[in-house]
């Protein structure tokens, strides 16, 4: 075999041996455009917009399928005319600018909405986390301020954030849901896309035919929710009736009746201290089996009968509980299962679950203040500690006093509304974890009524356990009221409950019995649990 040899140049060695030349290339010129403003609302007078284009490219245009919207196009600028809306209702127009050819195009989206005559302001008697609305209509809410606007609420947060809404740039729909969460009638709640104001500082927005709920958000430029607002549109009025010397809803909060046996009176559920709801399972009710024990409390079973029973209690309570997931035509998706809060500085992480209006917090169990951690809302100690996590004893439903409601820039009740005050379902004796209410509250169809106070049913809506999971549906009853709990390992990070246990109601919360259970921290009060809410007369 010949012996062959190579050799190089010296010049190429070089180059070898030396770092290669940088090679920059331009960036690719894409096509973009972007608007002014992304809406425009119009009086059902009729008017006029204008809004100005940018775009890195000559050619543009503009397209727009609603016939009762003129534009005229004038160098950078766009104008829509609209006469007199002749309907009761508000109507919406999308208008796309597109720049560019095939395939090289970037489209923008102008939102136009005419009012109708019969556009209700939803925020006339004072704003709110939610509204009440019915179908096959139109409303309007004032979105310039959190909640009800009162600085009352947690002043680590008001004193950072604030209580304005300040750079919002448009509206969407977060997500919308009916209680069988149907697919397709669940995107029939709201009828097409809610729209911003931004010179009234206002959402506006359309029910369909179907009634549910929804939440509504608005963001900045850039995308971030800067608040959002719950949506209740239910046809049936809601009535009041007194008990325990205060005013209370006729049924839960997003319910669209209180009939036993409808899964449409389980409302929706809430991590105490947010703003926010949660869905509760879609299943339809139905009984759980159950052990018998005697008057001592010695189970009347043969162990065989025993573990028959049990896989029958667990495979009925699978088909009862069953997260909920459905979201309509909205732009978020649900994250229930193993969130943890987040660390933050004061004011901790409320702005998070603000941002995040479809996440849930769950407790913190890899970093235990005290025994346990029993809140999703967490801050850090600025003070001392090393800057170790503390838990909330914040108000963020309120200072609780005894038979007053005192709501708050997170309190979910509508205008007029709030979270049940302290005692609301009785007085608990201090040195008590909760008092028995039994002899008041009398069993009935998948929940409960209460016959001691204003007579009505509470139904077993279940409930989300701390790490987000559906559980008890057609067995147990959970309500929050806005009164905290105790301190340190006692209660610290919970809130009073109307709750059930051993089939007996308490109202208070479910005491510790033993600081050294692991699985202490699951015990109702804690606020990372998500509850219904039956709110009151302020």
């Known amino acids: 075999m010949k012996n062959i040899q190579y050799i190089l140049p010296f ?27 992304g809406s425009a609302v119009i009086s059902e007078d009729g008017g006029e917009k204008t809004v100005f284009i940018a775009t890195n490219r000559e050619e543009w245009d503009v397209q727009c399928i609603e016939d009762w919207v003129d ?26 600018v597109i720049a560019g050819t095939k395939p090289d195009v970037a489209k923008a989206r102008l939102k136009v909405l005419q009012k109708g005559a019969a556009t209700a302001d939803l925020s006339a008697d004072g704003t709110a986390n939610s509204y ?43 997500w919308e849901s009916t209680f069988d969460a149907d697919k397709t009638r669940s995107t029939k709640i709201i009828s097409g896309a809610p729209v911003y104001s931004q010179e009234e500082q206002a959402v506006y927005f359309s029910t369909g ?50 009939d ?84 933050l500085q004061a004011p901790g992480n409320i702005e998070h679950s603000v941002q995040n209006p479809t996440t849930f917090l769950g407790c913190r169990t890899d970093i235990p203040i005290g025994e346990y951690v029993f809140d999703w809302y967490l801050q850090q100690d600025l003070v001392g500690k090393n800057g170790s996590l503390q838990q909330s004893q914040s108000d963020l439903w309120g200072y609780a006093q005894a038979g007053t409601a005192y709501k708050t820039i997170f309190d979910p009740c509508p205008p007029g509304y709030a979270v049940p005050p302290r005692g609301a379902f009785d007085d608990i004796q201090d040195g008590y974890a909760c008092t028995y209410v039994d002899r008041e509250w009398e069993r009935n169809a998948y929940g409960w009524t209460w016959k001691g ?44 409950t109307l709750f059930v246990a051993f089939n007996e109601v ?33």
């Open 11 to 37: 010049t190429l060695l070089l180059a070898a041996c030396s770092q290669p030349a940088e090679i920059l290339y331009p960036e690719a010129d894409f096509a973009s455009v972007k608007l002014s403003s």
């Open 71 to 96: 534009i005229s196009i004038e160098d950078n600028k766009i104008t829509v005319y609209v006469d007199e809306n002749p309907d009761k209702d508000s109507r919406l127009a999308v208008v796309d």
């Open 132 to 174: 009440i609305a019915h179908t096959n209509a139109s409303f309007r809410f004032d979105a310039s301020v959190k909640g009800n606007g009162a600085d009352d609420g947690n002043t680590f947060y008001i004193g950072y954030h604030g209580m304005e809404i300040t750079e919002a740039a448009y509206a969407d729909l977060a």
């Open 209 to 258: 035919e179907i009634q549910g709920n929804a939440v509504i958000s608005v963001h900045d430029a850039e995308g971030e929710i800067l608040w959002s607002w719950h949506i209740w549109v239910s046809d049936e009025p809601v009535k009041t009736s007194k008990g325990n010397g205060l005013e209370w809803m006729d049924r839960n909060l997003g319910a669209l009746n209180n």
């Open 260 to 343: 036993p046996e409808d899964i449409a009176n389980r409302g929706m559920l809430y991590q105490w201290g947010r703003k926010d709801p949660f869905l509760p399972s879609p299943a339809a009710y139905s009984e759980v089996p159950f052990h018998t024990y005697d008057e001592e409390g010695n189970l009347l079973e043969t162990e065989e009968e025993y573990y028959a029973i049990q896989a029958q209690i667990e495979q009925a309570r699978v088909a009862l509980n069953i997260s909920n997931n459905q979201t309509g035509d909205g732009s978020l998706e649900w994250e229930y299962v193993s969130v943890a809060p987040v660390a």
């Open 453 to 496: 106070g204003n007579g009505d049913y509470f139904p077993s809506t279940g409930n989300l356990d701390v790490s987000g999971l559906i559980g008890e549906t057609s067995e147990k009853m959970l309500y929050w009221t806005a009164e905290t709990f105790g301190s340190g390992a006692s209660g610290f990070g919970k809130a009073a």
């Open 506 to 538: 308490y109202y208070g919360i479910y005491p510790i019995l033993d600081a050294a259970e692991a699985a202490a921290w699951y015990s109702y009060g804690a606020k990372c649990f998500a509850a219904p809410v039956r709110c009151v007369k302020e």
